[in-house]
Each structure stands twice: as C-alpha cells, then as structure tokens.
C-alpha cells in the first residue's frame, strides 16, 4: 500500500507541474529545505521509506498538507498570511508531526474502500480541467499580460477535499491536536517558541473570518475548532518580520494579484505594502497599488499619487510590463492631461502588438486562446480610447 501511495503522490505531484499549479522560485524552495532539516531528521529510524519533499500550491487559501509518502504542500495564500519563520517553522512541524505519527496511512488502514487508482486520478484531472476552463471563462481581470495563469484557484475546494481524504489526510480531531502537542514538544526541543504556532493559526483564523470560511473556525464533524487548538498550544505571540517578507515576496505579489481580482482591495493593499516596507517591491507591485488606489478613489490628490506610484514602477527597470503604459494613461486622463495620455496610449497599443510575437511559444490552447483574446480585447479597447481623447 505505501508503494501505491507513493506512485499517486508522484502523480499528482506531476499532474500539479505540467498544470502550472506549483509555484516556481527555487531561492523560496531553498529557504524553505533548510527549514525543514532544521525539523526533521534526513531520514526515520522505524523502517519507513520517506524523504521530505516540499512545494509551493498557486492558491491563495492559506493551508498546508503533507500526503503519506512525505510529499509536502504549503500554499502561497498560508505563506502570505503569516508573518515570520518562527510562525512557519511551527506550520511545518504540525505537518511533519501527521506524518512522522503515520496519521494518513492509520485513516487508510481504517476506511472500508479506495476507488480505484486511475479511476479516481482521471476524475480529478477532468475536475481541475473544468475549474480551469470555467476560470478563462470568468470576468476576472488579468493586469499583467505577460504573466497570464489559468492556475489561479482552479484547485476547486471539492477537489481538494477529495484528494485529502483518499490520502488519508482528513484527520480526527484527535489527530490535529495530537501533531499540534508533537509540533509543541518539537517546537521547544530546537528553541523555537511554540506560540509562534498559535499566532500562525490565529492568522489563519482572522483570515477565514475575513473571508467568510467558518467552516474553518468551528471545525466538521470530530475536526477540532481552530480556537481549541488555540487554546491547547497556548497564547498566540505578536510576530512580525522585514526579513521573512523578504524571502516570500514574490509570493505577496502573486497573492496580491488573486486579492485584486477577487476585489479584495484591502488585502491587496497590505500585501503589496508589505513589499514595499521592505524594500523589494518591483513594478508590478507598484502598478498594482497605482491600480487599487484608482479603483478606490478619485480626487486630485490621489490620482496623483497612483501617478507617482506608476512614476516609481517606470524608475525601476527590473521587470518592466506593458500595463505601465495602460496605467499611466488611466491616471492622466483623470488628470485631464490628454497629450501625454495620448502619448502612453499609442505606447502601449505598439507594446501589445509585440505581445502578439510570443503567441506561438505557448502550447496549451486553453492558455493561448486565453491570451489571444486579451490581447485583441486590449487592442480594441486602446483603438476607441485613443479616439476618445483626441474628442475630448
């Protein structure tokens, strides 16, 4: 059964991989390695094949799980909504503690029956092709042309709780609470304070009540309700960390980017601006606000200052996207400055024409036809905008 659970970790793992769904930044895959031998010995000593192996899930609902082979998954949403490596550190444990204790293949040991292997994969590989089809579908605005995803939250909550608990990862409340004692113990053992566990779980508790998740909260069944873990591991720490938002900032930025389209302004806000405090935002986090504050607003004052963050995103030269031209136009015709908004307009129709070159290098056609039809939607729309001005 372990080598059967190990051959469906693989493949899910490469389904994941050839669907865009991992997050890709292998400095932040490092970091995060170093973390876990900081926890976890190279191998168990009980007989057990399993070498930790860890990836970054593209959803921006913060989670983490961990399958019985010791493939271990932590999503940009629960990176972004804690704060510190302590905070991580005690994320991490909890998972190794589920599978060190054997959690996932206890359950599987105790269900009566598994659907069959490739029954069940084909049926979750054309559930995710359904969500991803019914995302291009979808009103959701892609702000950055170069970086067009069908990833975003296509790993339908169904989905994901289907997987779980054919893994056997859907844990007992007995189960949670007993990783969270380990992930304690573990936790004082490499003095790391435990309360960075209960922080990160009441962030992730303030994040659900935010976004409306009570399930989450108040626990299913015999799951244990998120305060009782709370209250189990001890008082939630104030923690907060330049250093650790360094290391994840291109996570905030893709997070910020799903916050934006899900017009969750303020989340976007606070991701972006934990960039910025330290000191490693890039255009695209800086267009973003611009974006947000336009959105939000609109008198002189702050049109000038989505004029001065779009200004900031021109100075940098690191990454630069098309949308600056878009952006510049938006907030200079707010400010009735029609000449140079022309000026950024005809910049960015010629800058779309080019996106139109790279259409051949990308192979799925759910992603190209995707692509082309924003390129050609942006196109018509910059024509007639053109126009527009030069009748104001």
């Keep these: 059964m372990r080598k059967e659970l190990e051959e469906e970790s693989i493949d899910f793992m490469n389904y994941l991989a050839n669907n865009?769904?991992?997050?890709?930044?292998s400095y932040l895959e490092s970091y995060l390695y170093a973390l876990i031998y900081k926890i976890y010995p190279t191998t168990l000593n009980d007989g057990r094949p399993g070498f930790l192996n860890i990836k970054i899930l593209k959803k921006n609902i913060p989670y983490a799980l961990i399958f019985p082979n010791g493939s271990l998954y932590i999503t940009t949403g629960l990176l972004s909504t804690i704060n510190s490596e302590e905070e991580l550190i005690g994320v991490l444990s909890h998972e190794i503690a589920h599978f060190v204790l054997d959690h996932s293949v206890i359950n599987i040991n105790k269900a009566e029956k598994r659907q069959k292997r490739a029954?069940?994969?084909?049926?979750?590989a054309t559930g995710v092709a359904v969500a991803a089809d019914a995302y291009v579908a979808s009103n959701n605005e892609y702000y950055v042309p170069g970086a067009i995803t069908l990833s975003t939250a296509v790993?339908?909550?169904e989905i994901a709780g289907a997987i779980t608990e054919r893994m056997g990862i859907k844990y007992s409340r007995d189960q949670e609470l007993e990783a969270d004692k380990s992930a304690a113990e573990l936790m004082n053992f490499i003095q790391v304070d435990p309360g960075a566990l209960a922080s990160a779980l009441s962030k992730i508790k303030t994040y659900s009540i935010l976004n409306g998740n009570y399930i989450a909260?108040?626990?299913?069944?015999?799951h244990p309700a998120i305060d009782?873990?709370?209250k189990q591991i001890g008082t939630p720490q104030d923690y907060a960390d330049v250093e650790y938002d360094k290391k994840i900032s291109f996570v905030n930025s893709f997070n910020a980017q799903i916050e934006y389209n899900n017009k969750h302004f303020n989340s976007c806000i606070n991701l972006v601006n934990r960039n910025i405090e330290s000191n490693v935002a890039t255009e695209e986090d800086y267009v973003l606000l611009a974006i947000v504050t336009l959105n939000m607003h609109d008198t002189d004052a702050k049109n000038q200052e989505a004029l001065t963050l779009i200004q900031k995103a021109k100075s940098l030269n690191v990454y630069p996207t098309i949308n600056i031209s878009k952006q510049e136009a938006i907030v200079l015709i707010r400010l009735n400055r029609l000449d140079e908004a022309k000026q950024s307009l005809v910049k960015y129709e010629e800058e779309l024409k080019d996106q139109k070159k790279y259409l051949e290098e990308i192979k799925d056609e759910r992603q190209w036809s995707a692509t082309n039809r924003f390129i050609e939607s942006e196109y018509e729309w910059?024509?007639?905008?053109i126009y527009k001005v030069n009748n104001f």
Aim: charged share 20%; net charge negative.
């Design 382 to 385: 910059t024509s007639k905008m």
């Design 20 to 25: 865009n769904l991992l997050f890709d930044d």
């Design 217 to 222: 909260l108040t626990g299913q069944g015999t």
């Design 228 to 230: 009782d873990r709370i």
């Design 119 to 124: 029954e069940f994969w084909a049926g979750v």
């Design 155 to 157: 790993l339908a909550y």
